[in-house]
């Protein structure tokens, strides 16, 4: 049986209808023996007969095997309308002999129902009702209103009951599917946090490492320079200051490899461009598509400049899936005589820049502060357009100096 029959409701309803079945069954041995019915002995021979089929079928649907973890005999399977065909041919041949064996026709539209998909168990039912009418008619030799209220009352009670119960089984299956989601989803914004809270602590570090203890090794190293080429070649100091300037130096350079050690994954296996290409493809998809290219001849920028830059155009490229319901977007890195600047264009929504609840707003730290934090951080500006319906454009511009640019070109 399916995976319904293992629930305490179903497991209750189940024993319930076992008990019906074996019980009407009895009844009908009792009072054909009772009755001194002119077949009484094959009318009991039949009833222990189809209480045994029908058990041998329970158990098996009861079952669970070793190897599949399903029971033999389950709904849907040719053994299961096998069976089925075989204890209600038992119920004809009873009802052929017994007139008492009618009532068996309740219990039966429930196995019909459960056993057989819909399009064939409810004509199963409306059969198994007309031979139960059939039936009453040709042994009672009268036709009353209860001979056909009856078996027409139980199949309606039957089919209403099952498919009901089928209609709210597969509504609990939707709920559950929806609650298995919602774990999962909040399981992996979880995990998106937490990567991207350990990204933002790696940048801030790196940030902080670069700006002030390297620089401060950076002016040591030169003011120790300095010293050094001021003093005789004999004075007893310039061994000490060359050592102090030797230290200086090699802490620099482990700085700058902590540094580089801290910058984002996607720059350390290669140039920005790379980096703002791959992130382009990933962010591509049936809805949207992400385009990129570079303007002018890339040169080498600081590892502040390229993370602003990278982390600038993720959190545009964020916003653009999560809020413009865009269908194209387009980043440009572009290299200047005495800047850079990194354009994301797309063709969404757009808003309002003056209305400062939506264009303000951090929705989880890709928000337009963080973005402008970052570029007054390394003296930059950030400049964002807007209307809409018409798209947004966002700029961000930092000072560098290139030594030549050259037409736009793809990356």
Do not use: K
Not at 317 to 327: I, S
Request: aromatic share 4%.
């Amino acid at each position: 049986m399916d995976s319904r029959s293992h629930t305490p409701v179903t497991a209750a309803l189940r024993l319930c209808l076992h008990a019906l079945l074996l019980g009407l069954l009895a009844l009908v041995a009792v009072r054909a023996v009772s009755e001194d019915a002119p077949r009484a002995g094959a009318v009991v021979a039949l009833t222990v007969v189809m209480a045994g089929v029908y058990g041998v079928g329970a158990v098996a649907g009861a079952r669970v095997t070793s190897l599949q973890q399903r029971a033999p005999l389950r709904p849907g399977t040719t053994a299961a309308a096998v069976w089925l065909t075989g204890l209600c041919t038992l119920w004809l041949a009873l009802l052929a002999l017994s007139p008492d064996a009618l009532w068996v026709a309740f219990p039966l539209y429930f196995l019909q129902l459960h056993l057989l998909p819909t399009r064939w168990g409810v004509p199963a039912v409306v059969v198994t009702a007309a031979a139960a009418i059939t039936s009453f008619v040709v042994h009672r030799q009268d036709i009353a209103p209860g001979a056909f209220i009856g078996p027409l009352l139980g199949a309606a009670v039957a089919v209403a009951t099952v498919l009901g119960y089928d209609a709210l089984f597969r509504e609990s299956e939707r709920r559950r599917e929806l609650i298995v989601e919602l774990v999962a989803t909040r399981a992996e914004l979880a995990e998106a946090e937490r990567t991207a809270g350990t990204l933002a602590e790696r940048e801030r570090l790196a940030r902080e490492i670069h700006d002030t203890l390297a620089q401060g090794l950076s002016s040591i190293q030169l003011l120790l320079r300095a010293a050094e080429h001021t003093l005789p070649e004999d004075a007893p100091a310039a061994a000490h200051v060359r050592a102090a300037r030797e230290a200086a130096q090699a802490n620099l350079a482990e700085a700058r490899s902590f540094v580089r050690a801290l910058t984002p994954p996607d720059l350390e296996h290669g140039s920005l461009a790379a980096a703002l290409e791959r992130l382009c493809a990933r962010t591509t998809g049936p809805d949207l598509t992400v385009r990129f290219a570079v303007s002018g001849t890339p040169v080498e920028l600081p590892t502040p400049y390229e993370v602003a830059l990278l982390r600038t155009a993720q959190s545009a490229l964020a916003n653009t899936v999560r809020h413009a319901r865009a269908g194209r977007a387009e980043i440009t890195l572009s290299f200047m005589d005495t800047s850079v600047a990194l354009d994301v264009v797309d063709d969404g929504r757009g808003f309002d820049p003056s209305d400062a609840p939506v264009a303000e707003r951090g929705d989880g730290g890709f928000g337009l502060p963080a973005m402008r934090s970052r570029a007054a951080t390394l003296g930059g500006t950030l400049s964002v357009e807007s209307a809409p319906g018409q798209g947004t454009a966002l700029a961000l511009t930092l000072p560098v100096t290139v030594p030549g640019h050259e037409g736009v070109r793809a990356a």
